[in-house]
């Protein structure tokens, strides 16, 4: 086999220009499979990124009617029952889950001010003490909530950055006060994320998907709750999980928990809000446009295996004396068969991995260009490169089968 592998690499370097043309099919085919398949990874994970943050790996597990979240300013859902301690164990007890928090939540155009200027859009937060280190967020500046401020229900609040920018315009939060709901607060933080994300966002479509995590968030101590809403309003769930893998699973898991008596309103539920669901919807609606990408890059790796039969029959044609002479001194058919298909295999593997280096390269050139995000699998390179091999294999059967088969008289008469 290595004597049939350095003949085969000697005959395409004696014939340069003809095995580059040959190739040169081959070399495209891949070079654009590597390209789309780079763009369609590097977009899926830009998605995932943009969907999930950077690690923060969280899920939140809210009070809804149908498909929607359930509207509070409706009142609260009739005979609805609180989340009990026995419960919120069973949360904690989940496979994967690192931290569990309760939480309140509204939206809020109108009712968070700082002197003349609103937070419009917002959302205001009642939380407790954990939810902090479950929601992947720090104190940046100030501090965070006391146990002694929960139980001593301490008008205080903690504000993130878009909230300061919006409430304080350049001015520093720590000790000025907020009015929320009309009763007046006092900044105690400023929190961030653990780990600072910004989503990319290209298109309006991106910018209504990802636009709720830019909006100012305050947050209150959850004791405090009722002074500005309403008394035992339903707490929705947020959970941290270890991994983003087990995040859909840790959904469902907790939906099962809670919804065991939430409410007897058969149209009231606790629904977990699936990112990764919602990722793999994005990504499938991106990748129907790459899929006809690479049938069209298939049929260019099909002219190339064309390519490969053509030429091979040319070099059988050529060599006829050659394979009679070694049909003459006693080399059997299958010596034959597999130096041919040797060749064709090495021509087309030769292809196969100049084409994934050009796949590559033409991969950051497309992300350099248009912005458009790449991340290269070594996966399909590897699986490339084996498809052109097999690409040769079927493509060179015929033409080496063809050689086999010549009857060594007629082969040492041809001319």
């Known amino acids: 086999m290595q004597e049939n592998i350095r003949l085969s690499i000697r005959g395409i370097l004696s014939h340069k220009l003809r095995s580059l ?31 999930i943050g950077s690690g923060v790996n969280t899920v939140n597990v ?25 419960q919120l164990d069973d949360l904690g007890q989940i496979d ?5 928090a309760l939480y309140h939540r509204r939206q809020v155009f109108d009712g968070v001010y700082h002197l003349t200027n609103a937070l ?42 878009q909230a300061v920018e919006q409430l304080f315009q350049g001015e520093d939060p720590i ?15 400023t929190v961030g994320p653990e780990i600072e994300f910004e989503p990319t966002i290209k298109t309006m479509e991106d910018y209504y998907t990802y636009s709720q995590d830019s909006v100012g968030k305050v947050y209150v101590p959850t004791s405090i709750w009722p002074l500005l809403y309403q008394y035992d309003e339903p707490e929705n769930v947020m959970l941290r999980a270890k991994d983003t893998g087990s995040m859909t699973s840790i959904g469902k898991a907790a939906e099962n928990i809670l919804n065991v008596h939430a409410s007897e309103n058969s149209e009231i539920s606790y629904k977990a809000e699936d990112l990764m669901k919602q990722a793999r919807q994005i990504q499938q609606l991106s990748q129907a446009t ?5 049938w069209i890059a298939g049929i260019s790796l099909l002219v190339g295996g064309i390519g490969v039969m053509n030429i091979m029959l040319v070099s059988v044609t050529e060599r006829t004396r050659e394979i009679g002479l070694k ?42 260009l248009n912005g458009t995000p790449v991340a290269i699998s070594l996966e399909a390179s590897i699986f490339a490169v084996l498809f052109s091999m097999l690409i040769g294999i079927v493509f060179g059967i015929l033409p080496s089968y063809k050689a086999a088969n010549l009857n060594p ?6 001319e």
């Not at 003490?129 to 008008?155: C, E, M, P, V, Y």
């Open 327 to 368: 049909k003459a001194l006693g080399a059997p058919k299958k010596s034959i068969l597999i130096q041919f298909l040797t060749e064709a295999v090495v021509l087309t593997s030769t292809g196969g991995i100049v084409g994934v280096i050009f796949g590559v390269v033409l991969a950051f050139l497309i992300s350099r």
């Open 409 to 414: 008289i007629d082969a040492l008469r041809r």
């Open 120 to 161: 419009s859009g917002g959302y205001v937060y009642g939380v407790d003490a954990s939810f902090l280190n479950s929601n992947g967020l720090i104190i940046n500046t100030g501090r965070g909530f006391s146990d002694h401020d929960i139980q001593q229900n301490r008008k205080i609040c903690l504000l993130d950055k």
């Open 96 to 100: 994967g889950v690192e931290s569990v």
């Open 290 to 294: 790459n899929t006809m990408l690479l």
């Open 62 to 86: 809210r009070m809804s009617q149908g498909d929607w979240e359930y509207d509070y300013s409706q009142g609260k859902p009739s005979r609805y029952k609180q989340i009990t301690n026995s």
């Open 21 to 51: 043309l040959t190739m040169l099919g081959i070399i495209i085919g891949i070079a654009a499979i590597i390209a789309i398949v780079s763009t369609i990874k590097g977009t899926n994970e830009q998605i995932q990124t943009n969907l």
């Open 175 to 189: 000790g000025n006060t907020v009015e929320i709901q009309g009763e007046p607060f006092i900044v105690v933080g």
